[in-house]
C-alpha cells in the first residue's frame, strides 16, 4: 500500500510516453512507406500490446 502512489505514478508516465510515441511513429512510417504501412504497425502494436498484458498478468498471478 505504501508503494501505491509510485506505482500509479510509473503507469501514467508510461502512458504518456506511448501517447507520444506511438501515433509519432506511425506519422513516421507512413511519411516513408506511404499509407499502407499503417495496417500492419497498428497489428504489430495489437499483438505487442496483447504480450505485454498477458505477461504482466502472469507476473500478477505469480507474486499472489
Not at 501515433?23 to 504489430?44: N, T
Amino acid at each position: 500500500a505504501r508503494i501505491a502512489p509510485h506505482a500509479v505514478g510509473f503507469q501514467v508516465s508510461a502512458a504518456t510516453l506511448g501517447v507520444a510515441v506511438v501515433p509519432s511513429a506511425a506519422g513516421l512510417l507512413s511519411a516513408r512507406h506511404g499509407l499502407e504501412a499503417i495496417g500492419p504497425m497498428v497489428a504489430a502494436c495489437v499483438l505487442a500490446f496483447g504480450l505485454l498484458h498477458e505477461r504482466i498478468v502472469a507476473v500478477a498471478d505469480r507474486s499472489r
